[in-house]
């Protein structure tokens, strides 16, 4: 479908911090960028001053390689390879959106970490589901990757999930600079689930770290979170995975202890006491294991695997039970 | 050999920080401690005051518990369970100094998270080495555990390995209380030696922050680290093992994360620059993935396995390779 070397266009859909960091990386390629963004006022800024207003404000974007525009099928149509990175509550619309058949023959990119609400679907299943998009043309961007250590050219690792290693080649390819270097997994379901998984993970670290538990308690919790989510994946998606690799752990790792981590921080202001709609205003981003912890705990309820973590801080996010109440459960249950 | 609920006699062989929290920890249940410092001042000033004077020295003690002693042959005499917590630089010499016979019919439980230099053993092999104490005697204390949390009784959690399951019992149960669960694992070696390696990944941890690395990257070195740990023990003893559990990812994590963690602090020291030797000095305190790197590298001649993050760091602590020069060749070799 793709050559290698060629100068690929691509398509990048979101406007937020982590696409931002993707366009600063695949900007250090060859490639046209064609960057979507919402909001026309941002169209303008960004080609007016070669920076995104709103997010990573002091990334310089070269204007020769990236085109940002407010059209979302123009954007599509230009390009090949097509990266979606809204977030997951958004993401549905703006794949509804696409007219059917834009999206035949093209690399279909997926740096969403959520899952669409109410769905409770992966946005791999809903790109499957809507346009008929064949799985080995999808590929999943995870971390572990924070998008401020990116805008400040911090060394970092990516991974890129897909059943086609020839796909997943070309992407990772796109996505290697002096400062980034992607792997290649052929997992795309179980990095996908580990990605949104983690989030939740995050928070209850956060929640933790807020109701002033330690550093003791989190490595525990930490631990007891890679084999509930091994456990989930497993369920779901049986197969062989190196559960120590970057691709589950380290993802895992880098959400539940940065300051980086907008999960981590919701959890930590809900743990000091704020209500959850509270902190959601406070922080003026999404945390996306807000939907996603109500996602996994939807899907759960058929396969009805051990998932205490997981279940503490959605009962605590939708039930409304204190923080320090499913703590001191959380205590007993690990070790 | 010991019966359940009974009154436990216990020495506790060291003085420093971790010995400490062990002391506190096991006084809170209704044992007597016979507590074996070397300084008989030290001895002196516990027996006055109730608290170490060097270490954790908010920590009040029941001193109707704890009988502070300098007699090393003595503690261990009135005791049926000795817990060894020195430094792996001196505790070869302590175990030396013991009279044969001495340890019989005793459990014998080490706490000592390093090797013995020169040698290359854990002290698990040194006890049995000199004093013919068999392997089913023998329990190991692992984390994830801080002295520092446990001074401040935020809940912690400990692993006790050991091949007789009724004697890693005995110890777990003198060992939980409040605020400390503590598990159990059958697994001796695996876990002494991740308890060893964790502190080498540490320094390394330490020194790339120092050199300013962020947490992209270190979330893909513990990544990487863990795999290399899995690859080191199950070439020296194979055995089918949990590594996400808590002994083994949860010790690694809190060694690795955690500003309390002396290796990490002594890596972060030489990542910015200090030399090794006026790290040491400015930290007063000893970190034991200093002379555990070396006995691992020395193992890791024979057995040849991929280390490239322990043979990082031996090259600069040992080789005084430049730290930014080591890193930049890790970079490449993890993913």
Redo the contacts between chains.
């Keep these: 479908m793709q050559k290698k070397n060629e100068v690929h266009k691509i398509a990048v859909i979101g406007g937020g911090s982590w696409a931002t960091a993707l366009v600063k990386i695949l900007s250090e390629g060859n490639s046209k960028i064609n960057w979507w963004l919402k909001d026309k006022e941002d169209v303008t800024y960004i080609r007016d001053y070669g920076r995104n207003p709103n997010y990573l404000t002091d990334v310089t974007l070269n204007l020769k390689k990236v085109r940002p525009t407010q059209f979302l099928n123009k954007a599509i149509e230009e390009s090949t390879i097509i990266i979606f990175v809204v977030p997951a509550a958004f993401i549905g619309d703006v794949i509804e959106r696409i007219p059917k058949g834009l999206l035949d023959n093209k690399i279909i990119v997926s740096a969403v970490k959520g899952m669409i609400p109410q769905d409770n679907l992966l946005v791999t299943d809903l790109v499957q589901k809507i346009h008929k998009v064949p799985s080995k043309n999808i590929t999943v961007i995870a ?4 998008a401020e ?2 805008a ?1 050219e ?4 990516l991974t890129i999930a897909g059943e086609s290693i020839q796909n997943a080649t070309i992407v990772s390819e796109l996505l290697t600079c002096r400062y980034v ?1 992607a ?1 290649i997994v052929e997992d795309l379901y179980g990095v996908e689930y580990s990605a949104v998984m983690k989030n939740v993970i995050a928070i209850a670290c956060g929640i933790a770290r807020g109701l ?9 919790m ?3 979170a ?2 509930e989510i ?1 456990r989930f994946v497993d369920a779901m998606n049986h197969k062989d995975r ?5 691709a589950y ?3 895992l ?2 959400t539940s ?2 300051p ?1 981590s907008r999960n981590r921080t919701l959890g930590n202001m809900i743990g000091r006491g704020y209500s959850v709609k509270s902190a959601q205003v406070e922080m003026n981003m999404i945390a996306e294991g807000y939907y996603a912890v109500k996602c996994i705990h939807e899907i759960n309820k058929q396969l009805k695997v051990s998932m205490p973590i997981t279940k503490a801080v959605y009962n605590i996010l939708y039930e409304k039970i204190s923080p320090s109440v499913e703590l001191r459960i959380l ?2 249950s ?2």
């Design positions: 971390g572990p990757c924070h250590e990116v400040l911090k060394r970092s690792y270097k792997s002033n538990y330690g550093d003791n308690f989190q490595a525990v930490v631990s007891n890679m084999q091994r190196d559960w120590n690799s970057s752990l380290g993802d790792l880098v202890y940065s980086y205590e007993d690990m070790n």
